[in-house]
C-alpha cells in the first residue's frame, strides 16, 4: 500500500514537470517610433529576457520609419548570434518597416507582416536627398556617399544570404530605394509569412524550423503564453530625449535658467534647474548626429539676442539672433533621418519665446543694477543712525543694529537722528538730520 502511494506520488510530479516543460512562452515587445538608442535598449532588454527565462520566441512587432544606423546595428548583432529565435512582425495593418526596420525584417529568423503593410526603402538617407528621378543629369555622387551605400548594400546583402531571403531586391531597395507591400514582400520571397494577428503568428510559426547559433530548431508555439515586455521608466525617459525637439527644448530652458542665475545672482532655483535641464538635453543631442555648423548658429543666435536685450540696438541684433536660431536648429541633425528631426512648428515658436523670454531677463537684470546696492559702504549712505552721546566732532552712534565710531562737521546731542554721508573704514561720516 505504501509503495503504490509513493509510486502514485512520483507519476504526479512526473507528469507536473511535463506539463510545465511543454509549457511554452513568447516574449512580445513592441516598437512602434524612429530606431533609436532607447529602442536598442528595449530590445536587448527584451531579448536578455527571453533568454533567462527559456521562451520559445521573441517577438517585435514593428512599425517604423527608419531611424538611427549605430542603434539598427546593436540590435541586428544581438539577434545574430541569439540562443533565443526572433520573429520581426510589422504590424498592425498601416505600419511599414521603412530604412531601418528593412534590415531588421532581413535579420530576423522570422520575417512576418500584416494585411496592408510596406516595407523598403533602404537607402541611406543622405543619399536619398540627393537629387531626384526626373533630373535629367544626375551629379555623380561623392566618394563618401558612394562608400556609405556600397556599405549598406553589402550588409543587408549579407543578411539576405544568411536568411536565404532574395538578394537582389535587397540590394534594389538600397540602391534605388525600392519599397513593397507585404503581399508583394511574400511573392518575392523577402518575407516568410503573413498573418493578420499574434495568434495567427503563432500558428503560422508552430512547427517551423529556424537556424539559431548555427542549430536547427523547431518551434514550438501553438499553445504557448504570450508575455509582454513594456519599457521601463529609463527607457521611456531615454526615448524622451533622443527626440531632437524635446532635447533642444530641455537645452534652451537650461539657457533661460543660467541666464536668470547670472544676472540675477542668489536666485538658486533657476539655476539648479537650468543646469539640469541643460546636461538633460546635451546628453539627448549627443545620441544624434549633430551639425557643427547648426550648433554655431544656435549658439551665435543665443549671442546676438543676449547682446540686443543688454545692448539695444532697435532690433538689428534681436531679429538676427532670432533667425540665426531658427536656421541653426532646422540644421542641427546632420541627417535626414525619418522620423529624427527638428519641426517647423517646434523652431519658430522657441524662437519667439527665446527672444522674449531674453529681453525678460535683460530688462530684469537692468533695473536689478540700477537697485540701491544693499550691502557695504554704499548702502549705509543715507541711512538713519541716533547719537549715544553728545559730541562736537567724534562719538558713537547707533545704527543697522550695532555701535558705530562717527565723526561729524556739526555738534550732535544725545539721542539726535543723523544721516550717513560717507564711510571711512570703521568710521561713520555723519550730519544731522535735515541738514544738506
Given amino acids: 500500500m505504501r509503495r503504490r502511494c509513493w509510486q502514485s506520488i512520483a507519476m504526479f510530479f512526473l507528469l507536473?514537470?511535463?506539463?510545465?516543460?511543454?509549457?511554452?512562452?513568447?516574449?512580445?515587445?513592441?516598437?512602434?517610433?524612429?530606431?533609436?538608442?532607447?529602442?536598442?535598449?528595449?530590445?536587448?532588454?527584451?531579448?536578455?529576457?527571453?533568454?533567462?527565462s527559456g521562451a520559445e520566441l521573441m517577438i517585435v512587432r514593428l512599425n517604423t520609419p527608419g531611424g538611427l544606423d549605430t542603434s539598427m546595428r546593436e540590435m541586428i548583432q544581438a539577434m545574430l548570434v541569439s540562443n533565443v529565435p526572433v520573429a520581426i512582425y510589422v504590424a498592425p495593418s498601416g505600419s511599414r518597416a521603412a530604412s531601418?526596420?528593412?534590415?531588421?525584417?532581413?535579420?530576423?529568423?522570422?520575417?512576418?507582416?500584416?494585411?496592408?503593410?510596406?516595407?523598403?526603402?533602404?537607402?541611406?538617407?543622405?543619399?536619398?536627398?540627393?537629387?531626384?528621378?526626373?533630373?535629367?543629369?544626375?551629379?555623380?555622387?561623392?566618394?563618401?556617399?558612394?562608400?556609405?551605400?556600397?556599405?549598406?548594400?553589402?550588409?543587408?546583402?549579407?543578411?539576405?544570404?544568411?536568411?536565404?531571403?532574395?538578394?537582389?531586391?535587397?540590394?534594389?531597395?538600397?540602391?534605388?530605394?525600392?519599397?513593397?507591400?507585404?503581399?508583394e514582400a511574400l511573392e518575392l520571397n523577402v518575407i516568410d509569412l503573413i498573418a493578420?494577428?499574434?495568434d495567427d503568428l503563432l500558428q503560422q510559426v508552430d512547427g517551423r524550423q529556424v537556424s539559431v547559433a548555427d542549430v536547427n530548431v523547431t518551434l514550438n508555439t501553438k499553445s504557448a503564453a504570450i508575455t509582454t515586455l513594456q519599457p521601463n521608466w529609463q527607457e521611456q525617459a531615454l526615448a524622451m530625449m533622443a527626440n531632437p525637439n524635446i532635447a533642444l527644448l530641455l537645452m534652451m530652458i537650461g539657457v533661460y535658467g543660467l541666464l536668470f542665475e547670472f544676472y540675477t545672482p542668489g536666485s538658486i532655483g533657476p539655476g539648479v534647474i537650468g543646469a539640469i535641464c541643460l546636461l538633460l538635453g546635451a546628453y539627448g543631442l549627443a545620441m544624434l548626429p549633430l551639425n557643427i555648423v547648426g550648433i554655431a548658429l544656435i549658439v551665435l543666435g543665443l549671442g546676438l539676442m543676449v547682446a540686443e536685450?543688454?545692448?539695444?540696438?532697435?532690433?538689428?541684433?534681436?531679429?538676427?539672433?532670432?533667425?540665426?536660431?531658427?536656421?541653426?536648429?532646422?540644421?542641427?541633425?546632420?541627417?535626414?533621418?525619418?522620423?529624427?528631426?527638428?519641426?517647423?512648428q517646434m523652431v519658430v515658436p522657441l524662437a519667439l519665446t527665446s527672444a522674449v523670454a531674453i529681453a525678460m531677463i535683460g530688462m530684469l537684470a537692468m533695473k536689478v543694477r540700477k537697485r540701491k546696492p544693499v550691502f557695504g559702504g554704499e548702502a549705509m549712505i543715507g541711512e538713519r543712525v541716533l547719537a549715544l552721546e553728545n559730541f562736537d566732532v567724534e562719538g558713537r552712534v547707533q545704527g543697522f543694529g550695532e555701535v558705530w565710531q562717527a565723526r561729524s562737521g556739526k555738534p550732535l546731542q544725545q539721542g539726535q537722528a543723523a544721516r550717513v554721508i560717507a564711510r571711512e573704514g570703521l568710521t561713520l561720516i555723519i550730519e544731522p538730520e535735515g541738514e544738506n
Fill in 309 to 344: 536685450a543688454m545692448a539695444p540696438s532697435f532690433g538689428v541684433l534681436g531679429v538676427g539672433g532670432i533667425v540665426a536660431f531658427i536656421i541653426g536648429a532646422l540644421m542641427l541633425i546632420d541627417a535626414d533621418i525619418p522620423g529624427i528631426g527638428i519641426s517647423w
Fill in 16 to 52: 507536473l514537470s511535463t506539463c510545465m516543460a511543454s509549457a511554452q512562452s513568447v516574449v512580445l515587445i513592441e516598437i512602434h517610433d524612429a530606431i533609436t538608442p532607447a529602442s536598442s535598449s528595449y530590445f536587448l532588454r527584451g531579448l536578455h529576457h527571453a533568454e533567462q
Fill in 100 to 183: 531601418a526596420g528593412t534590415y531588421m525584417l532581413y535579420a530576423s529568423h522570422v520575417a512576418a507582416m500584416a494585411p496592408g503593410t510596406n516595407l523598403g526603402a533602404a537607402t541611406p538617407v543622405q543619399i536619398a536627398a540627393a537629387g531626384g528621378e526626373d533630373d535629367k543629369e544626375k551629379a555623380k555622387p561623392d566618394p563618401k556617399t558612394t562608400k556609405a551605400v556600397q556599405d549598406a548594400a553589402a550588409y543587408i546583402r549579407s543578411l539576405a544570404q544568411l536568411r536565404n531571403r532574395n538578394v537582389e531586391w535587397a540590394e534594389q531597395a538600397v540602391f534605388e530605394a525600392k519599397s513593397l507591400s507585404a503581399n
Fill in 196 to 198: 493578420k494577428d499574434i
